[in-house]
């Protein structure tokens, strides 16, 4: 029985204002999610948001919030778990993590869409209320990349933060994180997804897709490189169908160059000053990633399916 069904009439006149930040997996949205969070203007969506959801109201009304969180904290801990696994990023109850984990108990989709709109707006309710503020809600899920116009359509006062990275770099990166979490199962990830839970618990899946990953990986990188360049066509096909007051577009390469005047370029676009003052450079360690051996041989391929991405970024085929 979910323990906040109780509260949920409290809902009915909470109102909220979604910042998106958007980008295919592995672009830095992380990073960017984190720095922004740093500044003390939004409510993110946190591991705890996430993996207690169904008692976040009655925990904030029967003053359990704190004991949760570190409760959960702790349960990392004792798994051994001070990051993520696939980086370096440390998690707690207080991670700033993606709502598509929330989307997946509902619907396939870890992208918003009909079928599980509701609950990602009640979601944003429960923070916005919890929280006690009138800051905006601050978002992160690569899966709504290639819908912000379904977003900007069901949330007319969304706004969007775009960071793009290399496709050489995040195709290599996700082939990476992927073989990653299915090496050896992450507890964390666990927590979040039943979907990978189920993976771990079912050999007949968990084995071809080590070998597919492994002994396939040229076949991967075609399919990942597909993947991406759909949400890049989508990009460039649909961006100026947002009138520019909506949106900041970023890459991560110049994010890891300037970050203190990229998030202040951040910060005025959103028109929000920052509460509390951040060391920018300090947060930002970039990852550095060697691109797999399978993605450089099929540079030239990743290349012409993506030259116009490419192109408008100023990328080259040799990064």
Known sequence: MRKDRQYLKELKNVDFQPVFILGVHRSGTSIL?????????????????????????????????????????????KNGLTDRGIDRLKITAD??????????????????????????????????????????????????????????????????????????KTISSTLNAVRTLLQ?????????????????????LLQPLRFIFQALAKCCVVVLTRITKKSADY??????????????????????????????????KLSLTMIQKIDAASLMKPRKVEVDISVQKLRSYIYKSMKAYFDLFHYTIER
């Open 235 to 268: 990009y460039l096909k649909n961006i100026e169908k947002l009138s520019k007051n909506d949106y900041i577009s970023i890459t991560y390469e110049e994010f890891c160059l300037s970050p203190k005047e990229i998030l202040q370029n951040i910060m005025e």
């Open 184 to 204: 050896e199962k992450n507890p964390y990830t666990a927590r979040l997804s039943r979907v990978y839970e189920q993976c771990y618990t079912n050999p007949l």
């Open 33 to 77: 999610y984190k720095m922004l969070t740093a500044t003390g203007c939004f409510n993110p969506v946190t591991a705890y948001h996430l993996i207690n959801y169904d008692e976040l109201l009655s925990n904030y009304h029967e003053q359990k919030e704190q004991d949760a969180k570190h409760h959960l904290t702790e349960s990392f801990l």
């Open 95 to 168: 991670f700033a993590e993606e709502y598509g984990f929330l989307l997946r108990t509902q619907s396939l989709q870890m992208r918003i869409t009909k079928k599980n709109v509701a609950l990602f707006t009640e979601l944003c309710k429960k923070i916005e209320f919890i929280a006690g503020n009138q800051k905006p809600i601050l978002l992160k899920n690569p899966y709504d990349f290639p819908n912000f116009l379904y977003l900007k359509e069901v949330f007319p006062n969304a706004r969007f933060v775009f960071i793009h990275r290399h496709p050489l």
